[in-house]
């Protein structure tokens, strides 16, 4: 078994689809209108599905917002150089909500970004 996906809704997919392509550097793998259904998905993700996990934004074309609740926690993409990769996301636009730092009871240097429904996206540097 493998991870296939994580699927978060979406109230702009033309927003999320530019954060996550645009300022995070994914690729759009594919897309889909439901009209019937009124919702559209959308993968993205760094690699091909056959081997790299994806993450499916789902937009429903009657919701524009959701409440993100406290259980979702964040997504996590392994980064070279971490203020570089900050300040870069910074410049296209994105929002860093946690300077690179060490993790709170540790070493390991993380920062966190925010998409544009408020989920939150950790960028954990894992060296060169």
Known sequence: MRI???MLRVGDLEKSLDFYTRV???KLL??????????????VGYGPEDTH??????????TS??????AYGHIALGV???????????????KV???PGPMKHGTTV???VEDPDGYRVELIEQGS
Do not use: S
């Not at 594919?30 to 993968?43: I, S």
């Not at 917002?65 to 406290?70: I, S």
């Open 110 to 112: 993380i920062a966190f």
């Open 65 to 70: 917002k959701y409440e993100l609740g406290n």
């Open 53 to 62: 996990p994806a993450l499916e934004l789902t937009h429903n074309w009657d």
């Open 24 to 26: 995070l550097g994914m």
């Open 97 to 99: 909500v946690r300077e």
């Open 80 to 94: 070279q150089d971490i203020r570089a990769t900050c300040d870069a996301i910074r410049q296209a636009g994105g």
């Open 4 to 6: 296939l996906h994580t």
């Open 30 to 43: 594919r897309r889909k209108d439901y009209p019937d259904g009124k919702f559209t998905l959308a993968f």
